[in-house]
């Protein structure tokens, strides 16, 4: 199950993208629909069908993101936080090997992206949660548990 939790600027991003598709795009998109069907038959227009199609896929994704942001929790910084690994945090971790590994932990919703964020649902995630900086932890990798170690937390909005 996914989580419900998001930033505050991965909440305004889906929002913008909502109010993007909405008012810009569908507009737009329903007027070469409009302009298309007046044209006459439309079993063999392809501007008609390939925008209808389009319409369509707005009006999914539009619906998607309106139940979508009503069901999500943005989730502030908040001094508490600071010193131990939550959502929000950008982590830096190093494993035995010498590989090292940035990234912030943010909703599900908000990956995509950025390779440099992970969902607070990753197992990588999921373990270093409540953990300081040197503090190692370990995450099964489909190659077996590998062990990571914490160099540094940071957390970018301080109130």
């Not at 009006?59 to 600071?82: G, T």
């Not at 940035?102 to 999921?126: L, Q």
């Given at each position: 199950?996914?989580?419900?939790?998001?930033?505050r600027?991965?909440?305004?991003?889906?929002?913008?993208?909502?109010?993007?598709?909405?008012?810009?795009?569908?507009?737009?998109?329903?007027?070469?629909v409009?302009?298309?069907?007046?044209?006459?038959?439309?079993?063999?227009?392809?501007?008609?069908?390939?925008?209808?199609?389009?319409?369509?896929?707005?009006?999914?994704?539009?619906?998607?993101?309106?139940?979508?942001?009503?069901?999500?929790?943005?989730?502030?910084?908040?001094?508490?936080?600071?010193?131990?690994?939550?959502?929000?945090?950008?982590?830096?971790?190093?494993?035995?090997?010498?590989?090292?590994?940035?990234?912030?932990?943010?909703?599900?919703?908000?990956?995509?992206?950025?390779?440099?964020?992970?969902?607070?649902?990753?197992?990588?995630?999921?373990?270093?949660?409540?953990?300081?900086v040197?503090?190692?932890?370990?995450?099964?990798?489909?190659?077996?548990?590998?062990?990571?170690?914490?160099?540094?937390?940071?957390?970018?909005?301080?109130?």
């Amino acid at each position: 199950m996914k989580s419900k939790l998001i930033t505050r600027a991965g909440y305004k991003k889906l929002q913008e993208e909502h109010d993007y598709l909405w008012k810009d795009k569908r507009p737009k998109i329903t007027a070469i629909v409009n302009w298309a069907a007046s044209l006459g038959d439309r079993s063999e227009n392809a501007d008609y069908q390939y925008n209808k199609r389009l319409l369509r896929q707005i009006d999914r994704r539009v619906r998607y993101l309106r139940k979508r942001l009503e069901e999500l929790n943005v989730i502030d910084y908040s001094p508490q936080q600071e010193g131990k690994v939550f959502f929000g945090a950008s982590v830096e971790i190093e494993n035995e090997d010498g590989e090292i590994l940035n990234f912030k932990i943010v909703g599900p919703d908000e990956i995509y992206d950025t390779k440099s964020y992970i969902s607070i649902d990753s197992p990588m995630a999921r373990a270093m949660l409540k953990k300081e900086v040197d503090d190692d932890f370990l995450v099964q990798t489909p190659s077996g548990k590998k062990e990571w170690f914490i160099n540094k937390i940071d957390y970018e909005q301080k109130n």
